[in-house]
């Protein structure tokens, strides 16, 4: 993070190449997510009921469609470095 609490271009680059990575029509939903998950964690026994995808999408599914942006998923990453 930088001295204005934002993303370094860096992260902020590596993290929105993973969001589009798992992301359909420019959003992450549930299934997406988990997709991600068991990617990143090499845990094939990821669900959607998983509390990691449930708080991804409790606490920045802003708008409560189900969807994550990509906003949103760099939200997530940048609230977790402060």
Do not use: H
């Not at 997406?32 to 990821?46: E, G, H, L």
């Amino acid at each position: 993070m930088n001295t204005n609490k934002e993303l370094v271009k860096e992260a902020r680059e590596i993290f929105a190449s993973w969001f589009n990575k798992f992301s359909n029509d420019g959003f992450m939903t549930p299934e997406t997510c988990t997709d991600f998950i068991r990617n990143s964690t090499s845990d094939p026994t990821v669900l959607i009921t998983d509390p990691r995808v449930v708080r991804l999408f409790n606490e920045y599914d802003r708008d409560i469609d189900g969807k994550i942006t990509q906003e949103e998923f760099l939200d997530f990453y940048r609230d977790r470095a402060e």
